[in-house]
C-alpha cells in the first residue's frame, strides 16, 4: 500500500454491514469509521451486538453482507501478505483478556514477537519487560501466570500483548468493566498517555461513562441494528432517541457529567 | 509490516562533551531496525564515560516503543539506577514514549535462572506427588461413601434429572461400541480356541473358553475399560471446565453441595450403567463365540452349544462377572469426578488431569480385577 493512503485514509471503515444468526439479524445496513488518531467510544445495550461488530471489524467473522475497509483498502481485496501486514498494525484486548494461561505475563507478551518477528529472545524479553512497565504492572508480575493475576492485572496484561507489535489500530473492549473506579481511572489515563506515545488509534467499547466522559473525542452508539450516531459527546446528548436520552439522562450519567466537568 | 518497504534504516550520531553525550538517531527507530542495531548501540555506550545524555531528535523518523527502548539502553546504569538525560529537540509523543522507555530500563525484572540441582528438586516433588495423590483419592473415595450412603437414606435429594441424562451419555451412548468391541473379542477367542484345541481333538471344549473368559473376565473388564476412557476423559474435562469458570466455586457458595450435585449423579449413572453394559457385552461376546463354532470348521450347532455351556460353565460364571462390575463403576466415577475437581485455574493442568484420570482409572479397574481373581480363586469359586 502507498503511504499516501496509509497516512490519510481512515484506519477501519466499515460499510453497509449486515450480520445475522440464522434468521436473528444483529446488524442491518451499518456504516462506521474510525478516523486517525481518534479515541471512539462504542456504547448501546446489552446484547446489541457490539462484540460481535468488534469481531466483524477485527476478521473473526466475516458478515453477511457489506465491506470493511482498512487504511483505505477492502478487506476482501488484500493479498495474505497485505492481510497479515495490517494484522500487524492492530491491537485487540478481549472483554476477558484472553491471555493464554498456559504462559506467563511475559511470554504472552512475547507471543506476537515470536511470531512476526526475528528478534533475539533477551531482547524480546526486555521489550515484554518494557510494555509490562508501560501498562504499570509491577515488574514481578512478569513471571506470574494469568490465573495468579487479579481482573484489572489481567486486563493490564492483555493490553501489554496488545501494544506488543506497537499497533496502530487498537479495540478494546470493556476495557475498564470490572475495575474498581480507581484502576478504572489509571487505565483511562494510561490510554490517554498510550496514545500519546504511541500515536495509536483506538476503538473501545465501554459502558463506563467516566471513560466515556474524559477520554473519548466521539461517541458512537449501537442502536436498532445500526450505529445511529457517532459524533461528539454533546452532539450525541441531544440525538433524539429514547434509547438516548435514557442512557445519557440517567442520574449515573449525570454524575459523572459533572465529575468529568469539574 | 507494512512500514518495511519504505523504512528507512536506523542511524545515530554520538558526540561527547566532557561528561556528557549528545545521542542523534536519524531513519526509523522500529521493530524491524532495532535487532541490527542493538549490538553496536549498546557496545559502543558501554565504552564511553559520561553522567548525562542529551537527545536531540530533529531527524528522527518513526519511533515506536522498540526504538525508545534503544535510546533509553544510553541512561542505563545498572538496576535501578540511571544517568541523566533530557530530551533537547522532540515532538511530545516522542518525549513521552522516551519517558516510558527511560522509565522502563530503570525497573529490574526478575530472572528465572535453572540450577543443577532442579531435576533433583523434581524428582522429590513428583514422589512427593505421588504420595499425596494416592491420599487424596483415598480420602476422596472415603468421602463420597459418607455422602453417598447418607443419600441413600434421603433418595428424594437425588438429582435425578442429571442422573438419567447422564445414563443415556455414559450408559446408551456407549452400548453400540461395546457390543461391537465385546462381538470381536469372543470372536477371536472363539477361533483361537477352536485352532489350538482342535490339535487336541477337543475342539468342543472352545465352548467352556467363550463361555467362562468372556462372561468371567472379557466382558466385564473390556467394559469397564471402555468406560474408563470414554466417561472418565469427560467427567474430568467437564467438572475442571466448570472449576476454571469458577462455577464450583458460585456453587459452594449458593449452598449446593459439590458432592451430591456432581460426584454422586455420576455414580450412579455409572453404578446403573456399567452393569447392563457388561451385560450387553456378555451376550454379545458368547453370540460371537457361538456364531464361529457353528459356521466355523469344527461345526457346533447352538444347541449343541448352549447344552454345553448351560452344564459346564454355568451361571456362576456370569455372576462372578457381574458382581465386579459396581466396583469398576465406583472407581470410574470417583477418580473422574476427583481428578475434575483437582483442576487448578490453567488449561495445562485441565490436560494433565484428564490424563491423570483416564490412566489412573484404567489401572484402578485392572488392579482391582486382579484382586477379585486371587479372591475367587482362594475361595474356590
Ligand atoms: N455465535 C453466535 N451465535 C448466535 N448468536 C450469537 C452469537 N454470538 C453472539 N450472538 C448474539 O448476538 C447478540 C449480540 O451479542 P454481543 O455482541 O455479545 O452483545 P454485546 O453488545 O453485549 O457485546 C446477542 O443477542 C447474542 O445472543
Ligand atoms: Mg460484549
Known amino acids: ?262 | 509490516m507494512s512500514s518495511n518497504s519504505n523504512s528507512s534504516p536506523a542511524k545515530y550520531v554520538l558526540t561527547q562533551e566532557d561528561r556528557s553525550i549528545t545521542f542523534r538517531p536519524n531513519g526509523d527507530w522500529t521493530l524491524d531496525q532495532v535487532a541490527a542495531i542493538d549490538p553496536v548501540l549498546t557496545a559502543e555506550l558501554q565504552a564511553l564515560d559520561y553522567d548525562m545524555v542529551y537527545y536531540d531528535f530533529t531527524d528522527l523518523g518513526e519511533l515506536d516503543t522498540a526504538g525508545a527502548y534503544m535510546f533509553a539502553r544510553a541512561v542505563r546504569i545498572g538496576p535501578g539506577q540511571r544517568h541523566f538525560w533530557v530530551v533537547t529537540e522532540g515532538t511530545k509523543g516522542q518525549q513521552t514514549l522516551m519517558q516510558a522507555a527511560a522509565d522502563a530500563v530503570k525497573g529490574k525484572p526478575p530472572v528465572v535462572d535453572r540450577q543443577w540441582y532442579d531435576s533433583l528438586t523434581r524428582l522429590g516433588k513428583a514422589t512427593e506427588r505421588f504420595f499425596t495423590e494416592v491420599f487424596e483419592t483415598l480420602a476422596f473415595i472415603g468421602k463420597f461413601f459418607a455422602v453417598f450412603f447418607k443419600l441413600m437414606l434421603r433418595p428424594r435429594q437425588i438429582r435425578w434429572n442429571s442422573v438419567v441424562s447422564l445414563i443415556e451419555e455414559i450408559g446408551l451412548n456407549a452400548a453400540p461400541i461395546v457390543v461391537t468391541l465385546c462381538f470381536f473379542i469372543g470372536a477371536v477367542i472363539a477361533y483361537m480356541g477352536a485352532s489350538l484345541l482342535a490339535s487336541f481333538g477337543a475342539s468342543v471344549f472352545m465352548v467352556d473358553l467363550v463361555g467362562v473368559s468372556v462372561l468371567r473376565e472379557l466382558a466385564p473388564i473390556i467394559t469397564a475399560i471402555l468406560i474408563a476412557g470414554r466417561s472418565d476423559s469427560a467427567f474430568t474435562a467437564q467438572i475442571g471446565a466448570m472449576k476454571m469458570r469458577q462455577e464450583v466455586d458460585a456453587m459452594t457458595v449458593i449452598g449446593l453441595d459439590t458432592f451430591e450435585t456432581l460426584v454422586v449423579p455420576r455414580a450412579i449413572a455409572c453404578l446403573v450403567s456399567l452393569p447392563i453394559l457388561t451385560f450387553l457385552g456378555m451376550m454379545s461376546g458368547v453370540f460371537a463365540g457361538m456364531l464361529i463354532a457353528w459356521t466355523g470348521e469344527i461345526d457346533i450347532s447352538p444347541v449343541l452349544f448352549f447344552q454345553r455351556l448351560n452344564e459346564v460353565v454355568g451361571v456362576k460364571a456370569f455372576w462372578v462377572g457381574m458382581v465386579k462390575t459396581p466396583f469398576f463403576a465406583v472407581i470410574i466415577a470417583v477418580i473422574g469426578c476427583r481428578q475434575g475437581l483437582a483442576v487448578t485455574g490453567s488449561v495445562e493442568s485441565l490436560g494433565s488431569r484428564t490424563t491423570q484420570s483416564v490412566v489412573q482409572s484404567i489401572f484402578a479397574v485392572i488392579a482391582v480385577n486382579a484382586i477379585f481373581a486371587i479372591l475367587f480363586y482362594q475361595m474356590g469359586i
Not at chain 1, 461488530?53 to 476482501?76: H, Q, S
Not at chain 1, 507471543?111 to 510494555?131: F, G, I, N, S, Y
Not at chain 1, 439522562?249 to 465529575?259: H, I, Q, T, V
Open chain 1, 1 to 262: 500500500m502507498s503511504i499516501e493512503d496509509k497516512d490519510t485514509a481512515p484506519p477501519m471503515e466499515a460499510h453497509g454491514i449486515l450480520t445475522q444468526f440464522g434468521t436473528n439479524v444483529i446488524h442491518e445496513n451499518l456504516d462506521f469509521r474510525v478516523e486517525k488518531g481518534e479515541i471512539v467510544g462504542l456504547v448501546g445495550g446489552s446484547g446489541t451486538g457490539k462484540s460481535v461488530l468488534l469481531n466483524t471489524m477485527l476478521g473473526l467473522k466475516e458478515p453477511e453482507g457489506g465491506i470493511i475497509r482498512y487504511f483505505g483498502r477492502d478487506r476482501t481485496e488484500l493479498t495474505k501478505e497485505e492481510r497479515e501486514a495490517i494484522n500487524n498494525e492492530m491491537g485487540v484486548l478481549f472483554q476477558g483478556g484472553a491471555l493464554f494461561s498456559s504462559l506467563s505475563v511475559r511470554e504472552n507478551i512475547m507471543v506476537p514477537l515470536r511470531e512476526h518477528t526475528d528478534l533475539p529472545v533477551p531482547l524480546m524479553r526486555e521489550l515484554a519487560d518494557m510494555k509490562i512497565h508501560m501498562v504499570g504492572l509491577p515488574a514481578q508480575s512478569a513471571t506470574l501466570y494469568p490465573s495468579d493475576l487479579s481482573g484489572g492485572m489481567k486486563k493490564r496484561a492483555g493490553l501489554a500483548r496488545s501494544l506488543s507489535l506497537d499497533p496502530k489500530l487498537l479495540f478494546l473492549d470493556e476495557p475498564t468493566a470490572g475495575l474498581d473506579p480507581v484502576g478504572a481511572n489509571a487505565f483511562d489515563e494510561l490510554i490517554l498517555g498510550l496514545r500519546e506515545a504511541m500515536d495509536l488509534t483506538i476503538l473501545m467499547i465501554t459502558h463506563d461513562l467516566d471513560s466515556l466522559y474524559t477520554i473519548c473525542d466521539r461517541v458512537a452508539v449501537l442502536v436498532d441494528k445500526r450505529i445511529a450516531i457517532a459524533d461528539t459527546l454533546p452532539k450525541v446528548q441531544e440525538y433524539d432517541h429514547p434509547w438516548v436520552k435514557e442512557y445519557f439522562g440517567g442520574p449515573r450519567s449525570r454524575a459523572a457529567l459533572k465529575a468529568g466537568k469539574t
